[in-house]
């Protein structure tokens, strides 16, 4: 979505002033590309401008891309999926 792109671009100048290194940029909530269904296909065409714009934007670090789970994100089973994703590790 745009503000947090917007957000997270602002963070990232505002560290870099402060000779803070961003090391990696987590893209949260990507749709799993075997959603299914008309919401789901224009969902996912929406997310790729999106998507699109984040590589170009960020394209100086790093990106970790996490899936959309099917719940919030809280608890240790949901921490560990998402740590799973981002080591690269299976869950």
């Not at 714009?53 to 789970?69: C, G, H, N």
């Amino acid at each position: 979505e745009r503000l947090p792109i917007e957000e997270t671009a602002r963070a990232a100048e505002i560290l870099g002033e402060s000779n803070v290194n961003v090391c990696e940029v987590v893209v949260n909530r990507v749709l799993p590309t075997d959603a299914d269904g008309d919401f789901y296909r224009s969902r996912r065409a929406q997310e790729h401008v999106y998507i699109d714009e984040i590589t170009r934007r960020f394209a100086q670090y790093p990106l970790a891309w996490v899936p959309q789970l099917p719940t919030d994100i809280h608890g240790l089973d949901n921490l560990e999926r998402v740590s799973s994703v981002l080591l690269g590790t299976p869950s």
